[in-house]
Structure formats: structure tokens, C-alpha cells
């Protein structure tokens, strides 16, 4: 057990698909898991073990922002072993090219946090997600016939900021917008030797200013919850 998680050993699948929402984290295990099991109640950041088509995997929340994200993944590839976590949540485009409910692949997380150089020096503002993992969920998406957008994205340590300028980013950095997990959890999979990947559906526009609702938003991710599942049978 960790200070954050009270799993014991080998209750946490190597595999772990990680949402933000505790209540997400849920809803996948009662939707889409047999056999499941509830095993972090801690700080409420629900975690569940269980079987998607004979596969076993661990749903857990990350909770919102790079320091979570950053706390939870690193115990979960250091200390249970981990092989490969793919993120699954929501994104604010900066593309005009992204619509709502859009399904993008975060293949390179862009960030002004020090996370990574404050965890152990690497001084760099990028990092990628992998590379095998991703061409799983590449080769998924054309199956199932689900189209997704592939690029880098703003991972943020922000929600509110004073005097936001969206354009910056998009145009300096080429970012399609924005977010604020994946420059962490990259980062550690990177220090660890691990695997990682992040896979976010559009649920507001900074350029047509739409937003959806909560209930949208909880209807519309099933597709990227599909594609996210359907891309560890390879």
C-alpha cells in the first residue's frame, strides 16, 4: 500500500485506464467490466479491478491536474507495477479544425509546468505519449470506423488563468488545445521505463465558444471509452 492507494498486492491489473472523475471511474466498471472489484476507496479516488473481454484491468481516477496525476501514476508504475496506463478524459479545443465530441490522440503533451524538472531534471517542455500504445488505438479507431485527430496538446496547471490567450499556444507551440494530466503522466511513464497514452474527447471551444453540458459530456464518451478498451486486445 501507498500513502494514496490501499490496494494490496496484486489487486492492480498491469493495465490501468485512468479517467480524471472518480464517478467515471465507476460508471466504466458497472458499464463495461465483469468480475470487477472496488479496491481504493482512499480520498474518494475510486479505483476497480476486473475482466474487459478476458483482459484484466484496473479503473482508477486520477483526480484533476498534473500534481495528482503525477502522485497517482508514479505509485501505480513504481510501487504495483504497472506496465501501461492510458488517460481517457475531455479537452478545450484551440483548433478551429475540432468540433464538440470530437476523439483526439494526445501523441505529444506541450507544458510550462517545472513537474518534470522539479521530479528529476529533465528540462525539456515535451514529451511524448508511446508510440506502440498509440498505433493500438490508431489501427482500433479505423476498425470501429471512429474517426479521431492526432497532435500535441497544452497540458496546463491552470484551469482560470488571468488574461487567457489561446491563440499563443495554438500558433507558438501548435497546440489543438488543452488539458491538464498527460505531461505528467507521460513524464513518469518516461522516467519509469513505462508506457503511456491519452485519449480526450472535445467538450468546449475556446475559438466557437461551445461548451456541453455535464449529462453531454457523460453520454458522449462512450465512443472514447470503446476505442480506449477495444485497443488493449491487440
Known amino acids: 500500500m501507498t500513502p494514496h492507494i490501499e490496494a494490496k498486492d496484486g489487486e492492480i491489473a498491469k493495465i490501468v ?18 468480475d470487477y472489484k472496488c479496491v481504493n476507496r482512499v480520498r474518494g479516488m475510486l479505483a476497480f479491478t476486473g475482466y474487459y473481454n478476458g483482459i484484466e484491468i484496473t479503473v482508477m481516477a486520477s483526480g484533476m491536474g498534473i500534481p495528482s496525476m503525477g502522485i497517482y ?23 478551429p479544425d475540432l468540433k464538440l465530441f470530437d476523439v483526439v490522440l494526445n501523441t505529444e503533451a506541450y507544458s510550462d509546468s517545472t513537474f518534470a524538472f522539479t521530479q528529476n531534471g529533465y528540462d525539456k517542455n515535451v514529451i511524448e505519449s508511446d508510440e506502440d500504445t498509440n498505433n493500438n488505438i490508431r489501427s482500433t479507431a479505423h476498425k470501429l470506423n471512429i474517426p479521431i485527430t492526432e497532435g500535441r496538446i497544452y497540458s ?15 500558433n507558438t507551440y501548435g497546440c489543438l488545445g ?29 475559438v466557437s465558444k461551445e461548451e456541453t453540458t455535464s449529462e ?19
Do not use: W
Not at 156 to 170: L, S
Not at 179 to 196: D, R, T
Not at 220 to 228: A, E, F, K, N, V
Open 17 to 34: 485506464v485512468m479517467p480524471g472523475d472518480p464517478n467515471r471511474a465507476k460508471y466504466i466498471a458497472e458499464n463495461y467490466l465483469s
Open 73 to 95: 501514476s508514479y505509485e501505480l508504475y513504481k510501487f504495483y507495477g504497472v506496465e501501461q496506463i492510458i488517460r481517457i478524459g475531455t479537452m478545450g479545443a484551440y483548433s
Open 156 to 170: 496546463t496547471e491552470v484551469f482560470y488563468k488571468e488574461n487567457e490567450n489561446y491563440q499563443d499556444i495554438y
Open 178 to 206: 488543452v488539458e491538464m494530466e498527460s505531461f505528467a503522466l507521460f513524464h513518469n511513464a518516461k522516467a519509469l521505463g513505462k508506457k503511456a497514452a491519452c485519449i480526450l474527447t472535445v467538450s468546449d471551444s475556446f
Open 216 to 234: 453531454e459530456r457523460e453520454k458522449s464518451l462512450g465512443q472514447m471509452i470503446t476505442l480506449c478498451l477495444e485497443s488493449l486486445k491487440k
